[in-house]
Nanobody
Framework: QVQLVESGGGLVQAGGSLRLSCAAS????????MGWFRQAPGKEREFVTG????????YYVDSVKGRFTISRDNAKNTVYLQMNSLLPEDTAVYSC?????????????????WGQGTQVTVSS
């Protein structure tokens, strides 16, 4: 099981940008699909975006399409979430997740390992 540590969260104004990072260790990063989830108070955890282990396929939930971009740097064992045009409804704890080796990228059930989460707060 891979270990994941997120960073980059914080407080930003609506319309601003933020980039989250997730550093992985304990496995072969290049063969894990990677994803980001978020959970706001009183809400269920939401699958935001996923990136296949090949790096060629992505999934985005409709509410973030055109604003968020997931990417990975296999040489640095790191996955990123670039968030632009942020809205107050994006406020949540954002968690990084990894699939099992050669696992899927586009459904919640594909993800097996989780980071601790980082808080993103967007003010109006």
């Amino acid at each position: 099981q891979v270990q994941l540590v997120e960073s980059g969260g914080g407080l930003v104004q609506a319309g601003g940008s933020l980039r989250l990072s997730c550093a992985a260790s304990g496995g072969t990063f290049s063969i894990y699909s990677m994803g980001w989830f978020r959970q706001a108070p009183g809400k269920e955890r939401e699958f935001v975006t996923g990136l296949s282990w090949r790096g060629s396929s992505t999934y985005y939930v409709d509410s973030v399409k055109g604003r968020f971009t997931i990417s990975r740097d296999n040489a640095k064992n790191t996955v990123y979430l670039q968030m632009n045009s942020l809205l107050p409804e994006d406020t949540a704890v954002y968690s990084c997740a990894a699939s099992r080796p050669y696992g899927g990228y586009d459904r919640t059930a594909s993800y097996n390992s989780w980071g601790q989460g980082t808080q993103v707060t967007v003010s109006s």
